[in-house]
């Protein structure tokens, strides 16, 4: 019986083989690194606000009274002034926790005013590098700089 099983996976071994290569073949998204148009910048204006919304009201569990379900986020802001324009960024940092106490889970960008900034723009995405590492923001909104009139 021992000698049947063995026959049996021995069968199986070339299909085994033939999807490992396939999938060797196709192109991973993970492996693929997207090539990213980078330029330099400077933030020059950065600020942050607590957020929260009401998600949902249900009952106590004994006496009957209402508990309200709520979300909290910090929504930070950046300016960054990318040479012919100014581009305006926002991300949202999720808070855990009650109204007395509640914690980040994740970290912000972190640019502060006046920090140089490597980034890439993308439709509605910014990529910025902090730390070496990429960090995906949204573009609220992108504007040329006003140019300035000609002297005569």
């Not at 396939?22 to 492996?31: D, G, N, R, T």
Request: net charge positive; glycine share 10%; aromatic share 8%.
């Amino acid at each position: 019986m021992g000698r049947e099983c063995r026959k049996r996976a021995m069968r199986r071994l070339p299909f085994f083989a033939f999807l490992a290569t396939i999938a060797a073949l196709i192109p991973s998204p993970i492996h693929a690194e997207k090539a990213r148009a980078w330029q330099a910048g400077k933030v020059i204006e950065s600020g942050s606000q607590r957020m929260s919304e009401i998600t949902g009201v249900s009952n106590g569990p004994v006496d009957g009274t209402a508990m309200v379900d709520r979300r909290q986020w910090d929504s930070e802001h950046f300016v960054v002034d990318a040479g012919d324009r100014f581009i305006w960024i926002s991300d949202a940092v999720r808070r855990m926790g009650g109204s007395t106490l509640s914690f980040r889970v994740g970290k912000g960008a972190g640019l502060a005013p006046g920090e140089s900034v490597t980034f890439a723009v993308e439709r509605d995405s910014i990529y910025v590098l902090v730390d070496g590492k990429e960090r995906k923001l949204h573009v609220d909104r992108i504007a040329l700089k006003p140019s300035e009139p000609s002297k005569p």
